[in-house]
């Protein structure tokens, strides 16, 4: 599965560039406050595995007003590197990688694998 390039962002983490995208419109669950906010990364040469990481915001166009905390490079670096080191292998092919970093935005703790995988 690749990444659109239309809306992604390109950023180096640790000498690698990556684009990564928050999905512009939200799904039915994000609108109604349901689903969190995700974004996904792949690395910009060759694409291989998504990283989608899970946050524990609101998306920006929820129907309620719910308060969301936006998506910024630096959340995005460290999503980069907890999943490099649970095992994200970027260039490989397969199916895309969870990360849930909702814990991480309240507690500062580090985040889980919100596939079920062992870190």
Request: hydrophobic content about 40%; some cysteine.
């Amino acid at each position: 599965m690749a990444l659109v390039k239309k809306g992604s962002r390109r950023i180096v983490v640790d000498g690698v560039t990556y684009r990564w995208r928050v999905r512009h419109k939200p799904t039915y669950c994000q609108s109604n406050g349901w689903g969190p906010l995700t974004f996904a990364v792949e690395d910009a040469t060759v694409p291989g595995t998504v990283l989608v990481v899970e946050t524990g915001s609101h998306h920006p166009e929820n129907w309620f007003g719910l308060t969301t905390r936006p998506v910024v490079p630096a959340d995005v670096a460290q999503a980069i590197r907890t999943a490099l080191a649970q095992g994200w292998t970027p260039l490989a092919n397969g199916s895309p990688f969870h990360l849930d970093v909702s814990n991480a935005d309240q507690t500062g703790e580090d985040a889980t694998v919100a596939s079920g995988l062992s870190a």
